[in-house]
């Protein structure tokens, strides 16, 4: 049977989502408890897209094939065996076609920032930039993101893809005492994709570009023209969202 898996991770201590060699991976550590509960024969798990080294996730989502269980069973049996860094969910059947990568219609990012005073106890999770930024220009600015562009801009610039073109159905910023929260809903995301955007904002709210500007560098299709990469301990994965019918 297909089952599709809802989970959140703590991205602190991960290497990344997808398995690597010699280090420690979300997809690992997940995979080895389903492989153990399937009389020790492999099985592989298929994700909505991956995160980068301690990049966190409150909804991430997998297909995998195994053999009929009780889903709630299931959920306890992986809870009671997995790292206290990963949870899972829900996990539920779905028809045998469906893939949790190519059947997803939009995802959801949001980036959290602590604008205050230092915190060592949110170290990990937040983005600690402890400055003063000009919020009222970086909400103008993250409105020209919304819409279809060519993000050749703000993607790695080491990695090819066959089609760089992304639509942002939704893209806002919220504020909360000190804490910046920068979220963006889209189709999809390339690599690095929210990072690089989010650099871009936190120098508009430097007051070193002007939020128009974000419309010239999505023009130019050159990573070189935006800013940089902000870290990624306050990036979270918030959402994956599918049609109702998950065929």
């Known amino acids: 049977m297909r089952y599709l898996m809802s989970f959140s991770y703590n991205g602190t201590a991960f290497s990344g989502y997808q398995i690597q060699e010699n280090k420690r991976t979300v997809e690992e550590e997940i995979e080895?408890?389903?492989?153990?509960?399937n009389h020790n024969q492999s099985v592989k798990i298929y994700a909505s897209g991956r995160t980068d080294a301690k990049v966190h996730a409150y909804l991430q989502t997998a297909h995998f094939d195994f053999e009929q269980?009780?889903?709630?069973?299931?959920t306890?049996?992986?809870?009671?065996?997995l790292p206290e860094d990963i949870y899972i969910k829900k996990i539920e059947a779905v028809k045998e076609d469906?893939?949790?990568?190519?059947r997803a219609k939009r995802k959801t990012y949001v980036y959290k920032m602590n604008?205050?005073?230092?915190?060592?106890?949110?170290?990990?999770?937040?983005?600690?930039?402890?400055?003063?930024?000009?919020?009222?220009?970086?909400?103008?600015?993250?409105?020209?993101?919304?819409?279809?562009?060519?993000?050749?801009s703000f993607t790695k610039k080491s990695c090819q893809y066959e089609n760089t073109t992304r639509t942002i159905y939704n893209a806002?910023?919220?504020?909360?005492?000190?804490?910046?929260?920068?979220?963006?809903?889209?189709?999809?995301?390339l690599q690095y994709m929210v990072r690089n955007m989010v650099g871009f904002l936190i120098e508009v709210g430097e007051g070193k570009r002007k939020p128009i500007e974000v419309l010239e560098v999505l023009?130019?299709?050159?990573?070189?023209?935006?800013?940089?990469?902000?870290?990624?301990?306050?990036?979270y994965l918030k959402k994956v969202e599918y049609e109702k019918d998950k065929g």
């Open 172 to 189: 806002l910023i919220r504020e909360e005492h000190d804490i910046l929260e920068i979220e963006f809903t889209g189709n999809g995301f």
């Open 115 to 152: 604008c205050g005073e230092y915190d060592p106890f949110t170290l990990h999770t937040l983005f600690q930039y402890n400055k003063h930024l000009h919020v009222e220009n970086m909400k103008e600015a993250i409105q020209f993101f919304v819409g279809e562009h060519d993000f050749s």
């Open 219 to 235: 023009e130019k299709k050159d990573r070189k023209y935006a800013s940089f990469t902000a870290k990624p301990e306050g990036l």
């Open 32 to 37: 080895k408890v389903l492989s153990m509960l």
């Open 76 to 81: 306890y049996k992986l809870n009671q065996l």
């Open 98 to 102: 469906f893939h949790a990568r190519y």
């Open 69 to 74: 269980w009780n889903v709630e069973n299931l």
